[in-house]
């Protein structure tokens, strides 16, 4: 039988405070998708860890991200042995056992931390039987459009994700993607696996964008202020809830859904710098 067990899923926090964050009921696990910090300063050090103290969760799982680049030599001191990923399986204080896949890499021309090269493959090999798939960066078409309207996310991830099929999917890296959907499969993986041919879009859903949230210059004035009057009630609540449990008839589906978040933090704009949690 499953055991409820609650998330908590936050990304790219770049050394920055989260306002009410540490107000958040108490969750069973928080997952931290990568980039604490943003220059390796002290300080940003400091609040990171403040950051992760103040979250009241008895499981907390934290990943790298391209931004913490000084943490970067001893993963690859460790390439060898493959200590640059997590695949296990975690026993929980509420009795759950939580199968756990995690990889802070991300496709990028630059010279960051924990990054390959976009023309170069890189193995995301996510076994079958995965609750939680933690990512820094996010799989090809699912929220992952740039403010320049194109797809970032890496195609590779997207096709492991697809084989895997996990209940959960987390990331960030792509902060004006921000947001939630759940995802329902196709019956059968294509040979190359991508957003056009593997999903069963009529019987997906989008939760929560940027979109549903930020005025839009085609809105009508009354579209505006509602989305005012929600991001006010979302706001003072601190974060965004969503609920898939047998208690309100919305369980996901093993190995035909699954739950992918994008929990960037650090907004793009002046007018939004903060997404929720």
Request: negative net charge; charged residues 25%.
């Amino acid at each position: 039988m499953d055991i409820e067990t609650r998330f908590l899923i936050l990304s790219d926090t770049h050394g920055e405070v989260v306002p009410g964050v540490a107000e958040i009921p108490t969750v069973d696990v928080a997952i931290h998708c990568g980039d604490l910090i943003d220059e390796s300063k002290i300080e940003e050090f400091r609040k990171a860890i403040d950051l992760l103290k103040s979250i009241q969760a008895p499981l907390k799982l934290v990943i790298a991200g391209n931004h913490d680049f000084t943490l970067d030599k001893p993963i690859f001191q460790n390439k060898v042995t493959g200590n640059e990923t997590l695949d296990t399986a975690l026993k929980m204080e509420n009795g759950a056992v939580l199968k756990v896949y995690a990889s802070p890499y991300t496709p990028s021309l630059s010279d960051w931390g924990f990054q390959f090269h976009p023309d170069k493959d890189h193995d995301f090999a996510i076994p079958g039987g995965i609750d939680v798939v933690i990512a820094h960066g996010p799989p090809h078409g699912i929220l992952d459009y740039t403010d320049g309207e194109q797809r970032a996310g890496y195609p590779g991830l997207f096709g492991s994700v697809a084989r895997s099929r996990p209940k959960l999917h987390c990331f960030g890296h792509i902060h004006e993607g921000w947001g939630a959907r759940l995802v329902t499969w196709r019956k059968d993986v294509s040979q190359t696996p991508s957003h056009f041919t593997d999903i069963e879009n009529n019987e997906s859903k989008v939760i929560e964008k940027l979109s549903t949230m930020k005025k839009l210059k085609a809105d009508m004035e009354e579209l505006v202020e509602e989305k005012a009057r929600k991001r006010s009630n979302l706001h003072c609540e601190g974060y965004i809830r969503t609920s898939h449990s047998t208690r309100n008839g919305c369980l996901i589906r093993t190995g035909f859904q699954t739950l992918f978040v994008n929990a960037a933090i650090q907004g793009t704009t002046d007018e939004y710098p903060t997404q929720l949690p």
